[in-house]
């Protein structure tokens, strides 16, 4: 993504419009996946921070504005481990796939209003096990 290989600039660009509104909060780096653009500062950004970011990003010459969201703040730093899951899938010889470990957690009620900051792991417990840990 052409945004992220230029990526020292913006974080000028965005430190220099953060400085502008007296923020405290400081762009680290920049980086993309799947997902999105993450961008990580020093301190929880507020409202107005996320804005001002929100802004720059849709000034930019790369991105298109009508494909940005709403910015949003990681809720919380954890992780989940599945426990119990069958390695292969039924009546086969193949591992389960992780887009169908995925679709099956986007489908899940349990998991509504959860953002995943990164893509799950299908882990074997061992090698003579038919049973995964996610």
Known sequence: ???????????????RALKNIKSK????????????I?????????????QTIKQYIKNANYIEADNIKVPCLPQL???????G????????????ALDVVEAIIKNNHIFNNIAIASRPR????????????I
């Open 1 to 15: 993504m052409k945004f992220v290989e230029d990526s020292s600039a913006h974080i000028v660009n965005i430190n």
């Open 25 to 36: 909060v400081i762009v680290d780096f920049i980086q993309s996946n799947q997902v999105g």
């Open 38 to 50: 993450i961008i990580a500062t020093n301190k929880i950004a507020a409202l107005l921070d996320l």
């Open 77 to 83: 730093k954890s992780y989940l481990k599945i426990i």
């Open 85 to 96: 899951i069958s390695y292969l899938l039924k009546n086969t010889n193949t591992s389960i």
């Open 122 to 133: 299908v882990i074997k417990i061992s090698p003579k096990s038919d049973m995964a840990i």
